[in-house]
């Protein structure tokens, strides 16, 4: 089983229009050990939302959606990530990972 670790509860979830705006995630450090379809079968258990596609570079993860799905628990996910915040999911107790919004590009 796979848990969303949230430090603070919201009382009243805010509704995110994720139509306008898709946004991706980035999970900074991942053991090489741990296989891309593994990343991919725990978010797709959590139902944050419909993933088009998973990159790996070394360490790090990106994780690309389509589009996410509404409820409290996205809403919330959603609200911290693009505050700058970070989030956790907990793939194999006690072992977690921390996840940011994925920042785009820079033109150089």
Known sequence: MFKLYEKE???NPINVNKEVHTMNICIPKVDETIPTDK?????KDLKLGEISRIVR???KVFIFFKSWNTSEKTNKV???LDKGEDCKVIYDFPSYWKF?????????
């Open 9 to 11: 509860k919201h009382k």
């Open 39 to 43: 990343v991919q079968q725990i978010f």
């Open 57 to 59: 570079y070394n360490q």
């Open 78 to 80: 959603y609200e911290r």
């Open 100 to 108: 940011y919004k994925k920042n785009p590009l820079k033109n150089t």
